[in-house]
């Protein structure tokens, strides 16, 4: 008997939520995750550390910290419900990049923010990142004439709006962080779905079961 499938499993976008849950049980475990000094102290960001200091690692570090179990449930469920689709459309290497690259791209704009203004806070969390996979999404839409899996142009950016809208109406959220997470987002999803003009990213390997 012979069959094909074909591989559709999102693994990156399983691996990063497991690993964000993964490292919120071990440090709620060994810590209080609400606790500002003890995320410091665990590599949250905090811009006189990471431009005095020269602790760099802290830009990336903190894009896997949350502070309490709400914080960590909503980005979780955005990530698993907007990551399955992105990465089902670039194909799980892309996807990585883009999430990686947002969630940098968030918290460098966060840090030159802070850095202009003087007004330091201790920050953490993968909403740059979330918000980077909704702007994915968004430039794939508007490069692809709307074309994204179970999704309109117009739900993403009526869902990118309220998320925004929610942030600087909520005291105490990085709303340079999701500015810069979403902008990053889109502009290697806008690249990424350029060369998906050339390159057919939606092809999977086909595998036959004798």
């Known amino acids: 008997m012979k069959g094909k499938f074909q591989e559709e499993v999102p693994v990156i976008t399983v691996i990063l939520v497991i ?10 475990i060994t810590g209080d995750t ?3 000094w003890y995320m410091l102290e665990h590599g949250a ?14 830009i990336f570090t903190s894009m896997f910290l949350h ?4 914080h960590l449930i909503n980005n979780m469920l955005i990530l698993g419900l907007m990551g399955f689709r992105l990465e089902h459309t670039l ?11 947002a ?10 923010q802070e850095w202009m203004t ?39 950016f009526g869902m990118a709006a309220l998320s925004l809208y929610y942030g600087f109406s909520t005291a105490g959220v990085d709303n340079w962080g999701h500015i810069g997470g979403i902008s990053g987002g ?11 003009k050339v390159v057919d990213f939606k092809k999977r390997k086909q595998y036959t079961i004798k």
């Open 67 to 70: 502070f309490g179990a709400d």
């Open 34 to 36: 609400q606790d500002v």
């Open 186 to 196: 889109f502009l290697l999803g806008g690249i990424f779905a350029i060369c998906s």
């Open 91 to 101: 194909g799980s290497v892309r996807f990585a990049l883009l999430y990686l690259g």
């Open 118 to 156: 003087g007004d330091f806070a201790v920050s953490a969390g993968a909403s740059g990142a979330v918000f980077g996979v909704v702007g994915g999404l968004i430039a794939w839409a508007v490069f692809h004439k709307g074309k994204v899996e179970g999704l309109t142009t117009k739900g993403l």
């Open 45 to 58: 960001s905090y811009a006189p550390a990471i431009v005095e200091a020269g602790e760099s690692w802290r």
């Open 19 to 28: 690993l964000n849950i993964g490292i919120w049980l071990f440090m709620e």
């Open 103 to 112: 969630g940098l791209c968030g918290n460098l704009l966060s840090l030159y």
